[in-house]
């Protein structure tokens, strides 16, 4: 059986909104919509990830928009869960008259369909009893700075605005006023009411076929059939697959599948602090997250995407010029396009007055020397374990490598995406390291050409500098920065180091990362939780605080898993999936009383998860 949870009846609350991880996610690989535990769908672009958003009011419960369906009467629990090993969300309301259950799903008929049209469907089934609920469709276009037009159609309404028109086609009868749809309607045991948006502005109603119990029960049993279709592929049969299998599918549910992208999460704005300014938009593709993504998909046997992604990325290689950050930008867009001006939604609010909202983000233009390495790793995994990459890709790769050659030992923002100016990260020579020593090992693997000698060179030039300057001999601990040419360095901890082991720079069992095991734990964990790095010891730019990231708590378990710690590891782990949400969902980050951060949900949150339930599974035999 899937994750579910009861709880007690909690809508809104007074400041209007639900906490972050009181949502599941549905979408048809082209999109995303966030659903609540009280049945509102109050996050929802289209008709892309990246596009302004219909709903919004998880950014601003006035101005945002939403759909909402609810009993009239006085609900006392919630349930949501998903439909076993699919994407299809069901959320149950029991009520004092009876129960009734919302099934929402985006469905998907087949894989790479010419054909496909984005509907989101709502299925309002009577379980129990006799209920009388109301709805109310809501739309603001552009990220609520636009009202649309609201007109009749034969079987449902249709909202118009300057950027985007969205149909919704309806068992019930719905009223209009100027901008929103709403009804009121009561279904005896056994009834059904059903709710079809479509995206498509289509003036031809008859063009869109009947609306009846059985055209929903068909669009229901063929997206049914896709999900289990697409998870029957895995190859994960270990201790955790409920947990591997959900963040399998929520990683699928953030490629878009027209143009293989793997974009980092469906949301922005959502704050790592409430009321805090630390809110970015994510719904971009990271070179790094994607790539980390790309690994995550190779271990469970998702060839295609893996297949997918590549041709995406070939794309940009082949494009790459180099300018002041390098040839390869930190992210792009669906399209690979790496002009993301950031702007901030002066109009929204915020998610409980987490101002301001951003849209775009800046960060496409920093010096983020780490994503090298973890590009080409991702690469050479796929070289391994896949069909192996072009003669075009490798040329193009090699001239990647010719400018990291001369530019490795320069400063930039790193993983972490500072907005203090630029450091020696520690963390960047490793993965500049990763780069070169993949190139290498592709390069004996296949017989492929390159200058092996000078790339050796440069790859142990790398090494020994992690070694003499990235270490603390006094505390006994690789740090965040480089000393300086003399002098130690600056004790300043950070949890990306945890990845030495898994990239193969040193031994799990080497007594430096062994020590440094020991001062991450005494400096960024709390019991399994833990922080990427000490903002007051290390500023970074910015004002507020911020919560654990979670994908450095599953770094964390893979790490003790890799050191021996098998034990402490499985608690960790464990431990870990409490904080999941009630279907399995995590955030960016963890609060401290286990509230999710930041967007919601975040591909490298699941993409650690599964890593370390397969290294962890591993070391238990």
Not at 33 to 51: E, Q, Y
Not at 88 to 113: A, C, N, S, Y
Not at 114 to 120: C, F, M, N, T
Not at 567 to 594: C, D, P, S, W
Request: glycine letters at 8%; hydrophobic letters at 40%.
């Amino acid at each position: 059986m899937e994750r579910t949870q009861a709880q007690t009846s909690r809508t809104a609350d007074p400041s209007g909104y639900l906490p972050i991880e009181e949502h599941g996610l549905i979408g048809d690989l082209r999109t995303a919509a966030l659903v609540g535990t009280d049945g509102r769908i109050d996050w929802f672009c289209a008709p892309r990830f990246d596009s302004p958003s219909l709903f919004g009011s998880l950014l601003d419960c006035h101005r945002g928009g939403y759909w909402e369906i609810a009993p009239v009467c006085r609900q006392v629990k919630h349930h949501q869960f998903y439909f076993p090993d699919t994407n299809i969300l069901l959320t149950r309301m029991l009520t004092e008259d009876g129960i009734v259950e919302i099934q929402d799903f985006m469905p998907i008929l087949r894989e790479k369909d010419p054909r496909h049209r984005q509907r989101l469907v709502r299925r309002v089934v009577n379980v129990r009893g006799g209920i009388a609920l109301r709805v109310r469709i809501a739309p603001r276009m552009d990220y609520g700075r636009e009202e649309p037009r609201t007109e009749r159609m034969e079987q449902g309404v249709r909202f118009t605005g300057e950027t985007l028109a969205v149909s919704v086609r309806s068992t019930v009868d719905l009223k209009l006023d100027a901008t929103d749809a709403y009804a009121e309607f009561s279904l005896n045991e056994g009834e059904t009411a059903l709710f079809v948006l479509e995206t498509s502005d289509d003036r031809d109603d008859s063009a869109n076929g009947a609306l009846d119990a059985t055209t929903a029960d068909e669009l229901f049993d063929a997206t049914v059939a896709f999900w289990r279709r697409w998870l029957s592929q895995s190859t994960y049969t270990g201790r955790w697959r409920e947990m591997v299998h959900r963040s399998a599918l929520t990683l699928k549910l953030m490629t878009h599948e027209p143009t293989g992208a793997i974009i980092a999460s469906p949301t922005l704005g959502l704050p790592e602090q409430v009321g805090g300014p630390r809110n970015w938009d994510y719904r971009y593709v990271w070179i790094r997250d994607a790539a980390f993504s790309l690994y995550a998909l190779l271990r469970l046997g998702f060839m295609q995407e893996a297949q997918e992604f590549i041709e995406w990325l070939a794309e940009r290689l082949r494009t790459a010029t180099a300018g002041p950050a390098g040839p390869l930008h930190v992210m792009y867009s669906i399209d690979g396009h790496a002009d993301l001006p950031e702007e901030v939604l002066g109009h929204l609010e915020g998610y409980r007055g987490s101002y301001p909202v951003r849209v775009g983000n800046s960060a496409s233009d920093q010096r983020q020397l780490d994503i090298y390495g973890e590009l080409i790793d991702s690469i050479y995994l796929f070289n391994k374990y896949g069909v192996g990459i072009s003669h075009d890709s490798w040329a193009d790769l090699c001239q990647i490598l010719e400018w990291l050659l001369e530019n490795w030992d320069s400063t930039d923002e790193s993983i972490w995406e500072t907005r203090a100016g630029q450091q020696d990260h520690t963390y960047s020579r490793l993965m500049c390291w990763v780069a070169v020593e993949r190139m290498i090992r592709m390069a004996r693997q296949r017989g492929l050409p390159g200058d092996l000698g000078r790339w050796a060179m440069v790859r142990d030039e790398i090494y020994r500098q992690i070694m003499a300057r990235g270490w603390d001999p006094e505390v006994g601990t690789f740090v965040q920065r480089l000393a300086a040419d003399s002098g130690p360095p600056e004790t300043i901890m950070d949890a990306s180091l945890l990845l030495m082991p898994m990239v193969k720079f040193l031994s799990p069992t080497d007594p430096r990362f062994r020590s440094t095991v020991d001062a991450i734990a005494d400096r960024l964990v709390v019991d399994s939780l833990v922080f990427r790095y000490d903002p007051e010891q290390a500023p970074d730019g910015l004002d507020g605080t911020e919560g654990t990231f979670s994908i450095c708590s599953f770094w964390w378990v893979e790490a003790l898993a890799r050191t021996g710690d098998v034990e402490r590891a499985r608690l960790a782990l464990e431990k870990m999936f409490t904080y999941a949400n009630h279907v399995g969902l995590y955030a960016e980050q963890i609060g401290l009383t286990g509230e999710h951060l930041g967007n919601f949900p975040q591909a490298f949150t699941h993409l650690a998860l599964i890593s370390s339930a397969i290294n962890l599974d591993h070391r238990m035999g």
